[in-house]
């Protein structure tokens, strides 16, 4: 009798252990998901932009006035080349894609999206080891299908390499399946990097780590 109550417990815990996995597996799931979310979401502006050289110059000019201590990141959009730096000294560098500045708008005109990656001082916010991608509306719209309801439908694994870094409004700087396409602008917004290279940047940074755009 004892020999089936101590089975019968192993059994519970088990199944415990497995609900408990699942359960965290799928808050994760579900955070990536609404950091993605945020960015992909956003419509088109209207309003009249700053000329993408005016704002560049101006960037240029605030971090030269500004030099952070320790290490940070600085991305040039226009030419797709990162440096990693500490103080003034450059420690790495290599090139990247971001975003292709095209226009998506969803059949019927309901919603637009604009793939920029967006200027300016960021921090490093979240650090991810074997980031899943979790599929926006727009991925499924640019493929020509239909938009999944059920948010495992929208889940992929392998497309952002092993290692991603979140910067805010959704955006990240990931690895890339398509390393031929590095140093063009070919993204949906993020900044993609080489394996080596995205490996380097993700260890040498931390939560707070600067990263400057231009």
Known sequence: MRFWK?????????????LITLSLS??????????????????????????PERQNAALKNRL??????????????????????K???VIRKGIVSTGSGTVLVEPGGKRTWVFDTPKGE???KSKIQNPYWVKPDWAFIEEGESIPKKLEDRVEG????????????????????????????????????ADQDLEAVFKASKIGTRIYIY
């Not at 101590?6 to 497995?18: A, C, E, K, Q, S």
């Not at 030269?64 to 730096?85: Q, T």
């Open 6 to 18: 101590r089975l019968l417990g192993l059994i519970t815990v088990l199944y415990l252990g497995f």
């Open 26 to 51: 799928w808050v994760h799931h579900l955070k990536l998901s609404a950091e993605w979310k945020t960015v992909w979401s956003s419509e088109l502006e209207v309003k009249t932009k700053v000329k």
């Open 64 to 85: 030269k006035r500004l030099p952070p201590r320790d290490v940070y990141l600085v991305i040039d959009s226009a030419e797709n080349i990162f440096y990693l730096k």
């Open 87 to 89: 103080d003034d000294q």
């Open 122 to 124: 960021f921090f490093v």
């Open 158 to 193: 392998g497309a952002l390499g092993d290692y991603a870094l979140g910067f805010g409004r959704g955006y990240f700087i990931h690895g890339t399946l398509y390393t031929r396409l590095l140093g063009r602008s070919v993204t949906h917004g993020c900044i993609r990097m």
